[in-house]
Every structure is written in structure tokens, then in C-alpha cells.
């Protein structure tokens, strides 16, 4: 059977039951003795507007699956799929057009522009996108509308954060993917930062997918899928996800 064929059987044009359909999917950096294999054999489904947490121990392979998921990088075997659509084998245009239309980023580092406001830098996005959200709406999404005309080093680093997730719901995206975001915060800063990424899937309904290294945080999701050497090796449903403010840890 052809991806093709397996495509047409598992997603009826326009119902998209599955929003990612990953099957084998490898990643190899490099070549020859040096090469790494970062991935060896995923398979994963990911379905519309539910919130996944990615656990697993450092250079399990969590960013390399999660780049793959936003159309940063080409797997170099095996078959990704986003509704249909041969993601796996997208062109660069193609990628470009992914990247630009379907998904939202949220880094480690949050990558604001210095000599903008928190509006400013969201409001870049919201000039470019197809069909923002208002900048001030986005913003508040997040709980910073008083922080608006503040500049990033005015910003705790739970702010800036937080300013990033604005900037990449704007343009609402259907998907978020936020490598560690609460990687360089501490405790009580993160929970204000999960809180925010947990309250945008559920009133938007993104699909999204957070890595953590804090098994604790895996109590916010739908689903949390643990990584180890390259593979998923453990996927649990939590019955009842709980709201990241209730999370102790
Ligand atoms: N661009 C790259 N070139 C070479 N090796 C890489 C690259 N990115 C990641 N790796 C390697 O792939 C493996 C998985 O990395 P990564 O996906 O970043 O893991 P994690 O995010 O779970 O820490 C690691 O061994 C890492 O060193
Ligand atoms: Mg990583």
C-alpha cells in the first residue's frame, strides 16, 4: 500500500480525524561514523485541539520530533502527515507556506525584538498573518495587556515568554509547538507561562504540543508520550488533565 493509498483510507477529505499521522519516522544528522540518529521508528497520531507533553531525557530526540512537527526539518525516513498533506516530502515553498499558515513556535529563549514594545513585537506578526487575531486580544490571552507598552527588558523572563506564546497564537495558528518553554524559568514563573499555553488550547482549541523536562507538568495534558533513544517507549491518556495552576512541583 502506497502513503497515498493510506492517506485516502485514514483521512477522508476535510474531517481530518487525525491532525498528525507519524508512521516510522526516522532523522538521521550527518553521514557515515559520525552520523546520529536522533529518531528510529516513530509512530504517533495527533489529533485536532488536544494538548500533548513530550517527556524524556536530554538528546532523547524530543526537539528533533518537534522540529519535524513544525516543518523545520525533513525526516529522512518513514511518513509525517498533517491532515492529509504529505508533510514529510513538502518542497521548501511548501514548508514555508506550513510554517507560515498552520504553526505556532515557542523556543527555550524567547527571541523578542529589544527595542520593541510587547505590542510591537506581536503586532509584527499580526501584519503579516492571513487572519490574526487582534494584537490586543492576543495579549490578553496571555495576561499581559497592562505589560502592552513595556519594552522586553522591562519584562520579568515569565513576561517575555509569555509575550512570545502572543506572538505565536496571533496569527492562530492550528497548531503550537513550544520546545521547554519553561526551560530557563523557575517554578512559580512557569506555572504563570503553562497557565497561558493551557487556557489558548483550550479557548482556541490549538493543537498543542509542549516538551518538558518535568514530568510533574505531564498532568496538564490530554496525552503525554515519554521518548527514549530515538523512539516513543511510553503514552498514557490522562482521564482528567488538571489545570496548571493546581500542578505542585
Ligand atoms: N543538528 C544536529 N546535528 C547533529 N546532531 C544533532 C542535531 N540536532 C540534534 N542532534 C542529536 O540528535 C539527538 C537528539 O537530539 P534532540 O532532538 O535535540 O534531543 P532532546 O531535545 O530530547 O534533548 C542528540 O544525540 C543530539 O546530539
Ligand atoms: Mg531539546
Redesign the pocket.
Known sequence: MTTADLAAQTMPAGTGAHAFEVRGLCKT??SGPSA?Q?LVGVDLDLHPGELVVLL?A???????LLNLLGGLDSPTAGTLRYRGWNLGQADEAGLTRYRRDVVGFVFQFYNLIPSLTARENVALITEIARHPMPTAEALELVGLTPRAEHFPAQLSGGEQQRVAIARAIAKRPEVLLCDEPTGALDVKTGITVLSAVQRINRELGTLTVVITHNAILAEMADRVFT?SDGHIHHARTNADPKPVETLAW
Open positions: 544528522y550527518g546520529v536522533a524524556g536530554s538528546g532523547s530526540g524530543k526537539s528533533t521518548l
